[in-house]
């Protein structure tokens, strides 16, 4: 069984500071990773993934995350926010091994709130 | 390409009744995921449909049915509404096959249970 931990419910920032969510997680076996963006009334849109090679990944908005294999992290970072990064964000992991194709396990999210 | 439809958008239903919710996954993507998210339980995997046929199903009760349909859109139907039921549910078009195993979300209908 697969589990994701967000280690953050909710991060306050100032406009234009950097910011990290942070996520870990737990599998027995090999595993994909996704960063998903969820603004109010609207569904999921991928950030930005990890399935192999270099592990420090860029995805779209400024974003990039790294994969930690000895800490099983996958945190997401951006150096700069803005007032529009305000939403909810989710870390997913899937099984690269394909025997649970179509499954993301998702961790509970965390809302990052940009003040001016 | 066109992304991931669902329709409706937004439901009304009452306790015990039925409801049947429509997912068009991206073209040429023959594999859909179907996610309820709730605030207290979180986005949960429902079931997987790759070519018509059920793959993988999450731990929801017999209530949660779905199918595929042979041009890939796919249909979840909930029987016997229970006011739990009240959610979000989400699709995803797969792209199997690929070998990176990506989800596009669709914009999801917020179903409410009175």
């Known amino acids: 069984a697969q589990s994701v931990t967000q280690l953050d419910s909710q991060v306050p920032v100032f406009e234009e500071a950097p910011v990290e969510l942070r996520c870990n997680y737990s599998s027995s076996v090999s595993v994909y990773l996704f960063w998903y963006v969820q603004y109010p009334n609207q569904g999921l849109q991928l950030l930005l993934k990890y399935l192999s090679g270099s592990t420090l990944v860029k995805g779209i908005n400024g974003f990039e995350a790294e994969f930690n294999k000895s800490q099983t992290s996958f945190h997401l970072r951006k150096p700069s926010v803005h007032i529009s990064d305000t939403a909810e964000y989710f870390c997913?992991?899937?099984?690269?091994?394909?025997?649970?194709?179509?499954?993301?396990?998702f961790g509970q999210g965390t809302i990052l709130t940009v003040h001016p | 390409k066109a992304g991931v439809t669902q329709t409706p958008r937004y439901l009304i239903k009452t306790r015990g009744q039925q409801v049947t919710l429509s997912c068009s996954p991206i073209s040429g993507h023959r594999s859909v995921s179907w996610y309820q998210q709730t605030p207290g339980q979180g986005l949960q995997f429902l079931f997987e449909?790759?070519?018509?046929?059920?793959?993988n199903k999450g731990n929801f009760p017999g209530r949660f049915s779905g199918r595929q349909f042979s041009n890939s859109r796919s249909e979840m139907n909930v029987s016997t509404l229970e006011l739990g039921d009240s959610a979000l549910y989400l699709c995803a078009s797969n792209d199997r096959g690929s070998s990176t195993d990506t989800q596009y979300f669709g914009p999801g209908t917020r179903l409410t249970v009175l």
């Open positions: 997913a992991v899937s099984d690269a091994g394909g025997t649970s194709y179509g499954k993301l396990t």
């Open positions: 449909y790759f070519s018509e046929t059920q793959r």
